[in-house]
């Protein structure tokens, strides 16, 4: 018998999941993908030695992709190994303070006593609730559609409303974690768990107080070659399960007839298939694939997510008092969310991201030298001036590490490249350089998020950062998840 035939458009990490599970499901897959390369947002660069991941840095979860590889029967070890990070994140304040946020929670309570004089306890009961939440809550929320029935009367729905306290939904994040903590320094650290989904948390939800659960509880981890490693091992898993990859194949169109999909457009040529998935931003996909200007119009009626500004930095230099994910804090943060959301503005003293996977192995930049990927959160910005904004936002950059480092960082740039948000819109079609689709800035963004079928066209599913459940890898690989149960019942 024929093989049914699915074609999955952009091959981010969202759609290789989707087509190994499609592939493992029996489903003849070939995914369409604009680049010369698979991966979206996540790929790497590459000059004079040094090695950079251009997207993620942050890898927590390692459970969504070892359950591809259980699924396809292949051992995950012949692909992909990983280590965990016992410093989830080093934070720098502008007073001097430093704290190691441990991936063990009593060690990091510990921390967070002695360098700012916060109750552990307090740190303790947090992530416990975290842990709590996410069990209950998140598992439900996250891994099922929320636009079917089926969901809403799964047995473990009862416990998953009951686990939402009112806090939940009806402070921010910053109310939530003022209530929670008493020194700045624990509310600003938990604040910026927000950020994981490009959100407010001046705005988002005290929902998101569960964000902390998957980074401080169940860990952070660095995988070997650098997180390019993953979208390369998932390629080669597909591969290997028969998934055929057209690279540098643009998809014009999604065709529909009797609304019913039917297959794609590319290159002047219609490729037919039983069901199409697309990994594209869903406002792209509505607006450039299906030619439906106010479908493309009601996603915008969610706020965008953040984007972001990165500096890919080869610095001559090896900095001791860095790790492997370092936060520089802004001074004024409740400002710079303002800046980012309400004037849509870069603010002037931005927290800094800094990245150096050269802690974690050789190889990653010359001997002596270490590899910095430097990001800003950016505004969804329409006509920015790019290389104004960028010459803007790097002198504020180098000023703020030069101070809290005590250097002067021009000595030591050896490499530079720059990705900003119109670059991020280039290379994948997120709206705006979105980082995660839309924003979570209001109580119910978790329902906004577009769902991961529609009902107007059968046979054709959305998987990726811009649908159900969110962006960041774990929802993207969740996303398949979800559409490929959706396709099997
Ligand atoms: C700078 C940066 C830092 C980040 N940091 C983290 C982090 O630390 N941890 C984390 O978990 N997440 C992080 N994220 C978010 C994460 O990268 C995304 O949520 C995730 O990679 C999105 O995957 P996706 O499946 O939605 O597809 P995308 O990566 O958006 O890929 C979509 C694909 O579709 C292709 N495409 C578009 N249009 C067409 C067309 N017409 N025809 C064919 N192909 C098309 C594109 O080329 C692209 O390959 C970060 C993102 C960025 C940009």
Redesign the pocket.
């Known amino acids: 018998m024929n093989k049914k035939k699915a074609i999955v458009?952009?091959?981010?990490?969202?759609?290789i999941a989707t087509a190994i599970r499609l592939s493992v499901m029996g489903y003849e897959v070939e995914v369409?993908?604009?680049?010369e390369v698979?991966?979206?947002?996540?790929y790497l660069i590459e000059k004079d030695g040094y090695r950079f991941d251009?997207?993620?840095?942050?890898?927590?979860q390692p459970v969504n992709i070892e359950e591809l590889f259980e699924l396809a029967g292949e051992p995950i070890e012949n692909y992909l190994t990983y280590t965990s990070v016992s410093i989830a994140c080093r934070y720098f304040f502008e007073n001097g303070v430093c704290i190691n946020a441990y991936t063990n929670p009593e060690e990091f309570a510990v921390e967070m006593e002695q360098k700012v004089g916060e109750n552990p306890r307090n740190i303790i009961r947090y992530l416990k609730d975290a842990e709590r939440t996410y069990e209950k809550v998140g598992n439900i929320f996250l891994n099922f559609s929320l636009h079917r029935w089926k969901t809403w009367v799964h047995p473990r729905i009862v416990a998953a409303l009951k686990a939402v306290k009112l806090p939940y939904l009806l402070s921010t994040l910053n109310q939530f974690n003022v209530k929670n903590f008493n020194t700045k320094e624990a509310v600003q650290i938990f604040n910026r768990f927000a950020t994981y989904n490009g959100s407010n948390p001046y705005k988002a939800p005290g929902m998101l107080s569960l964000i902390p659960h998957l980074e401080q509880n169940e860990g952070t981890f660095y995988p070997h070659g650098g997180m390019i490693n993953i979208p390369t091992a998932l390629v080669q898993l597909a591969e290997k399960k028969g998934v055929r990859f057209r690279l540098g194949?643009?998809?014009?169109r999604i065709l529909v007839e009797n609304n019913k999909a039917i297959g794609v457009k590319?290159a002047g040529e219609n490729h037919a298939a039983d069901l199409v998935v697309s990994?594209?931003?869903v406002y792209?996909t509505y607006k450039?694939?299906l030619n439906n200007e106010a479908g493309a119009l009601k996603i915008l009626r969610n706020e965008r997510s953040s984007s972001?500004l990165?500096f890919y930095w080869g610095i001559k230099k090896e900095f001791s008092q860095l790790h492997l994910h370092n936060i520089f804090f802004s001074e004024q943060y409740e400002e710079e969310f303002k800046h980012l959301f309400n004037h849509k503005k870069f603010f002037d003293d931005p927290t800094i991201y800094i990245n150096i996977t050269s802690k974690m192995e050789a190889g990653q930049a010359p001997e002596g030298a270490e590899n910095w990927f430097v990001?800003v959160n950016a505004p969804a910005m329409q006509d920015a001036n790019w290389p104004e904004e960028v010459k803007r936002v790097r002198g504020y950059v180098v000023a703020k590490l030069n101070r809290m480092l005590g250097v002067d960082l021009n000595e030591y740039i050896q490499v530079e490249e720059v990705?900003t948000p119109a670059g991020?819109q280039q290379?994948?079609?997120?709206y705006l350089g979105s980082?995660?689709g839309t924003s979570s800035n209001s109580k119910w963004a978790a329902f906004l998020r577009h769902a991961n079928y529609t009902s107007s066209i059968n046979g054709l599913f959305f998987?990726?950062?811009?649908v159900h459940p969110g962006?960041?890898?774990?929802?993207?690989l969740k996303s398949a998840k979800i559409v490929c149960d959706l396709i099997g019942h």
């Open positions: 458009v952009g091959g981010g990490i969202g759609g369409f993908e604009k680049n698979a991966g979206g947002k996540m251009a997207g993620p840095s942050l890898f927590t194949n643009h998809v014009e590319s990994n594209v931003d792209y450039n694939l972001a990165i990001m990705l991020i290379r994948t079609d997120s980082l995660y998987a990726g950062g811009s962006g960041g890898i774990p929802l993207c």
